[in-house]
C-alpha cells in the first residue's frame, strides 16, 4: 500500500517562495508518476504538477509554468514541489498524489493521495 506524506507549507506573503515535499513509503516509485494538486476554498481540485519518476519528465499548469518546479530526489523517495513567485492565488491545500503509469493531469487517474498541505499566499 502507497502511503504519502505531504509537509512544507505554510504562510508566506506575495512573491515569496516555499518547498513542499511529498515523502513516499510502502514501496519505491519506479514506474509512477508523481502529481501535484491543490484546492481552494469553494473550488475544484485542480492539477499543478506532475512528474514521471523513473526519466524526471514534467509537466505543469499553466499558471505556474515559470514559477513551480517538480522534482525527486531518488535516495529519500520524496518528490518536491518549489514554488517560487507565489501569488494570493495560490493560496489553497496542496496534494501529492501517485498512479502507475503515464503522465496525468485528472484528479481520477491517480489513486494514492496525501492528506495535504496548507499554502496560505497574503497580498
Known amino acids: 500500500q502507497v502511503q504519502l506524506v505531504e509537509s512544507g507549507g505554510g504562510l508566506v506573503q506575495a512573491g515569496g517562495s516555499l518547498r513542499l515535499s511529498c515523502v513516499g513509503s510502502?514501496?519505491?516509485?519506479?514506474?509512477?508518476?508523481m502529481g501535484w494538486f491543490r484546492q481552494a476554498p469553494g473550488k475544484e481540485r485542480e492539477f499543478v504538477a506532475a512528474?514521471?519518476?523513473?526519466?524526471?519528465?514534467?509537466e505543469y499548469a499553466d499558471s505556474v509554468k515559470g514559477r513551480f518546479t517538480v522534482f525527486r530526489v531518488n535516495a529519500e523517495n520524496t518528490v518536491y514541489l518549489q514554488m517560487n513567485s507565489l501569488k494570493p492565488e495560490d493560496t489553497a491545500v496542496y496534494y501529492c498524489?501517485?498512479?502507475?503509469?503515464?503522465?496525468?493531469?485528472?484528479?481520477?487517474?491517480?489513486?494514492?493521495w496525501g492528506q495535504g498541505t496548507q499554502v496560505t499566499v497574503s497580498s
Open positions: 512528474l514521471k519518476w523513473t526519466s524526471g519528465t514534467s
Open positions: 498524489a501517485a498512479r502507475i503509469g503515464i503522465m496525468a493531469s485528472r484528479v481520477y487517474d491517480y489513486r494514492n
Open positions: 510502502g514501496r519505491t516509485f519506479s514506474g509512477y508518476t
